[in-house]
T-cell receptor
Framework: QKEVEQDPGPLSVPEGAIVSLNCTYS??????FMWYRQYSRKGPELLMY????GNKEDGRFTAQVDKSSKYISLFIRDSQPSDSATYLC????????????FGPGTRLSVLP | DAMVIQNPRYQVTQFGKPVTLSCSQT?????MYWYQQKSSQAPKLLFH???????NEADTPDNFQSRRPNTSFCFLDIRSPGLGDAAMYLC?????????????FGPGTRLTVT
């Protein structure tokens, strides 16, 4: 079993749809949970992070962490063509970047 | 603007011919990382520096070396590139203890091996 698993996609949705992206993990020591967005031919950029369990909302984006199930999600409301990118979940044990691991990423296409 | 810069953006080298990729940062971050990313895969950490302390990942091939002459610059040397080393190479920085969960990435160097 890989340490972090993520549906690879690709995922295609119409503009305005609600998108759900998910990751599962095996290491219960992970405390910091991140979502990075990577546009084609660019480096990843941090979209959101969550410490421990709970929800966090930022505009059209909501991150959820369920540590008991070792499951994290990113929801995108009112998706836009500009949201088309690869979304990578990432996790680390502490705030020093120990055991920082990326998921394989899900490629999302939002069609106009 | 503070940023992470990688040069060149595209590099073509021949099988077995040494190549060096460079990264510079204006963020003054302590930690610098090198990742290898192949198509449709997660970035794979090769090594990182905490200041001048070098940390090699256990499965990073000996073919890959790195140098960090100062806080701002970091180099990735591939001594004898093979066809399997063709990939995107990403440099990143972070500030441990102040949000190391946020890594700042450069645009990457796409390496082609012929």
């Amino acid at each position: 079993q890989k340490e972090v698993e993520q549906d690879p996609g690709p995922l295609s949705v119409p503009e305005g749809a609600i998108v759900s992206l998910n990751c599962t993990y095996s290491n219960s020591a992970f405390q910091y949970f991140m979502w990075y967005r990577q546009y084609s031919r660019k480096g990843p950029e941090l979209l959101m992070y969550t410490y421990s369990s709970g929800n966090k909302e930022d505009g059209r984006f909501t991150a959820q962490v369920d540590k008991s199930s070792k499951y994290i999600s990113l929801f995108i409301r009112d998706s836009q063509p500009s949201d088309s990118a690869t979304y990578l979940c990432a996790m680390s044990v502490d705030n020093y970047g120990q055991n920082f691991v990326f998921g394989p990423g899900t490629r999302l296409s939002v069609l106009p | 603007d503070a940023m992470v810069i990688q040069n060149p953006r595209y590099q073509v080298t021949q099988f077995g011919k040494p190549v060096t990729l460079s990264c510079s940062q204006t963020l003054n971050h302590n930690v610098m990382y090198w990742y290898q990313q192949k198509s449709s895969q997660a970035p794979k950490l090769l090594f990182h520096y905490y200041d001048k302390d070098f940390n090699n990942e256990a499965d990073t091939p000996d073919n890959f070396q790195s140098r960090r002459p100062n806080t701002s610059f970091c180099f990735l040397d591939i001594r004898s590139p093979g066809l399997g080393d063709a990939a995107m190479y990403l440099c990143a920085t972070s500030r441990p203890g102040q949000g190391a969960y946020e890594q700042y990435f450069g645009p990457g160097t796409r390496l082609t091996v012929t």
